[in-house]
């Protein structure tokens, strides 16, 4: 779930406000943009680019590696199903607010296709200076610079504020995976720790959680494993149990989803567990002998 | 959005499964009507939230009088967070078992997931605990449905004279799970009487707040979360806001940024006043926020921290400064600006407010949560 930047992108909602906000921005910084999708403007021109009815008529006329949705939460399960039907393995769905069930539903045709799915409700991608999908300040050169850590988030607010700690303390993003807020979502933190494990570029992780759910616990099984060190903040500690915060994930019922659980179970996998986003820089730094 | 058992059990017996014919009473002599009608009966607290046994929200009644007496104990009660405003009168049903049905949306499977067990009467936790052996547990392929034979095949196991019956109960409960959206549909206890037959004596039911919106009609029966009066006028205007018990006031943008606003004015030794988040789409409603932040009397400096990614941090700081100027507050604010349109931003509340934003969000916490000190001395 690394974006790279020969990847080809396919702008599902193109010609909408958002789409086309967001596609100018992502094309001025190096993402490869084929063109988008727009079943009412089929045949025409947006942005100088092509758009289709469909991702699977897009696909006839060529290899499309990822498909990018600013798509409304009830379009988003069929739009969804067209980008996995045209072959396209790669799929951020940035949209807040998708039935949960209609996101089983994709992600299920996804499993099938052996298509990725990052989100719903991700900021999306970033690989600094090369390429981006979705609705980061990767052009923001105070949030961004080229750099070797590697940060998750389930929060785009969140993980621009960490992002840019980084740049304050003088150092830099290789990638950053935005996961999602959702209570369900295609890529989960622990596969975005394997990724970013994997990725050369990077040598130390920050990462962000959030409470509910158990998806931190599951990646501190294989934080265990690594040997790159990884500093994380757990966004939540002070919200009131059964209250959902904003994200739909971030709900703590009884014991399962709580701050404390996290925290223990990352710290027994060697991740040093940071009280702020301010704190998470200094950390990483000094775990680097830097 | 959570559900009463009456609310729930519509929903059952939509999809075809049989539940006892009970009637909602609002007050004593309303439920001595219905126990009339009824006869042996059992008055039940409607709330959407479980221990209502426990809190002795369920009461057997054989008369009429007798309901009589133990709604006029259970109306009014409060169980958990909410106020007893209504009784189930049930007819009394002849148990010989009691069993366990529910399907939940599973975040680790990524897909629905059916229980079922044998054992029924007491919570899934206990269950899991002490009958470990009796939980079956299906992952549901959401594409194809749940595969009736499969499930028959495994509840044969469990109860082989009534796998039939059990498993027809479960691909309706399935049915109902799909057609409203559920995170959670439970019938506990599922009950085989001693005439044989299945009937849902319990249901707990939490429909996908995402998709209450194609959802209109059950909607309108369900117990929407208790609000206080702000967190009202918040959710009229569509914006994010949890009332707590704090005296540092929160704005912030996004769901993880505000968190983090609260955890770090808690860790700093402060308590925050309130969640309150304008990102996303809401990010131009900063007026309405603010006016809703200081309307609680308790906040006594007010900490705002944007950082701007899809939401433009300028849009939202000058709807903060007019508001401040406006509305003349006597408390401090305190300011940590960040990201999307930081510049236009920080310079106007430096130039309208005569202010300097903090650099750091940790520097920021510090003096907000100083100043709700100082302010309360």
Not at chain 1, 81 to 101: F, M, N, S, Y
Request: aromatic share 4%; with cysteine.
């Amino acid at each position: 779930m690394i974006i790279g930047g020969k990847e080809t992108v396919l702008v599902q909602g193109i010609t909408g406000k958002q789409g086309t906000f967001w596609s100018e921005r992502m094309r001025e910084y190096g993402t490869r943009i084929i063109g988008g999708v727009n079943p009412r403007r089929a045949g025409e021109k947006h942005l100088e680019l092509p758009v289709w009815a469909s991702a699977q008529d897009a696909a006839k006329e060529g290899k499309i590696d990822a498909a990018v949705m600013f798509v409304p939460p009830f379009g988003v399960k069929e739009a969804a199903l067209d980008i996995i039907a045209a072959g396209i393995r790669k799929i951020v769905c940035l949209t807040e607010h998708v039935p949960v069930q209609d996101t089983m539903y994709f992600l299920a045709a996804a499993r099938e296709r052996g298509a990725q799915v990052i989100g719903p409700n991700t900021a999306g991608l970033v690989t600094t200076g090369v390429s981006f999908v979705g609705f980061m300040p990767a052009f923001n050169a105070r949030v961004f610079q080229p750099g070797d850590i590697g940060v998750i988030s389930r929060s785009g607010s969140l993980g621009t504020l960490l992002c840019l700690n980084l740049v304050q303390a003088g150092l830099g993003v290789s990638s950053f995976v935005g996961i999602g807020g959702d209570p369900i979502i295609g890529t989960t933190t622990r596969d975005a720790l394997v990724a970013l494990d994997r990725d050369p570029a990077t040598k130390a992780i920050a990462l962000v959680g959030e409470i509910g759910g158990a998806m931190e616990e599951a990646a501190a099984e294989y934080a265990a494993t690594m040997k790159k060190p990884i500093a994380a903040f757990i966004a939540g500690a002070a919200s009131p149990p059964g209250k959902k915060m904003g994200h739909a994930g971030a709900i703590v019922m009884g014991d399962r989803g709580s701050y404390a659980g996290k925290k223990a179970a990352l710290e027994e996998a060697g991740v040093t567990v940071c009280a702020t986003p301010n704190e998470v820089p200094g950390v990483i730094k000094a775990r680097l002998g830097r | 959005m959570n559900f009463t058992e009456h609310a729930g059990k519509a929903v059952l017996r939509a999809a075809g499964i049989p539940t006892p014919q009970g009637i909602i009473a609002r007050t004593p002599a309303e439920a001595a009507d219905a126990a009339r009608k009824i006869g042996k009966c059992v008055v039940k607290a409607q709330v959407p939230t479980g221990k209502r046994g426990k809190a002795g929200g369920i009461k057997l009644a054989a008369t009429p009088e007798e309901a009589t007496a133990h709604s006029k104990q259970i109306l009014g009660m409060t169980i958990g967070e909410y106020v007893v405003d209504e009784v189930l009168i049930d007819p009394q049903v002849n148990i010989a078992r009691e069993m366990y049905a529910a399907i939940l949306n599973d975040p680790e499977s990524q897909g629905p997931l059916l229980l079922f067990s044998p054992e029924g009467g007491m919570d899934i936790e206990e269950i899991a605990a002490d009958h470990p052996d009796a939980l079956l547990q299906v992952q549901i392929n959401i594409i194809k449905g749940l595969d009736a034979e499969a499930l028959a095949a495994a509840v044969r196991r469990y109860d082989p004279p009534a796998a039939g019956a059990i498993t027809d109960i479960l691909v309706k409960l399935y049915d109902a799970y799909r057609a409203s959206d559920a995170e959670l549909i439970e019938i506990n206890p599922l009950v085989q009487m001693r005439d044989g037959h299945f009937v849902a004596l319990d249901c707990k039911l939490t429909v996908d707040d995402s998709a209450l919106p194609r959802n209109d009609a059950l909607a309108r029966t369900g117990s929407p979360d208790k609000t206080t009066e702000l967190e009202s006028r918040a959710k009229a205007l569509h914006l994010k806001y949890i009332e707590l018990d704090g005296e540092v006031g929160v704005l912030a943008n996004g769901a993880g940024l505000t968190m983090t606003t609260m955890d770090a004015i808690r860790h700093f030794g402060g308590a925050p006043a309130n969640f309150m988040e304008i990102g996303g789409d809401s990010y131009t409603k900063a007026i309405p926020a603010l006016e809703i932040v200081l309307a609680n009397p308790k906040v006594k400096s007010l900490l705002v921290n944007f950082c701007g990614a899809f939401a433009r941090t300028d849009v939202m700081a000058e709807g903060v400064v007019n508001a401040w100027l406006e509305l003349k507050p006597k408390i401090p604010i305190v300011f940590t600006i960040h990201g999307t349109g930081e510049d236009e931003a920080i310079a106007m509340v430096r130039e309208r407010l005569g202010i300097e934003p903090y650099d750091l969000m940790d520097d920021a916490v510090k003096a907000a949560v100083a100043a709700a000190k100082g302010a309360r001395a």
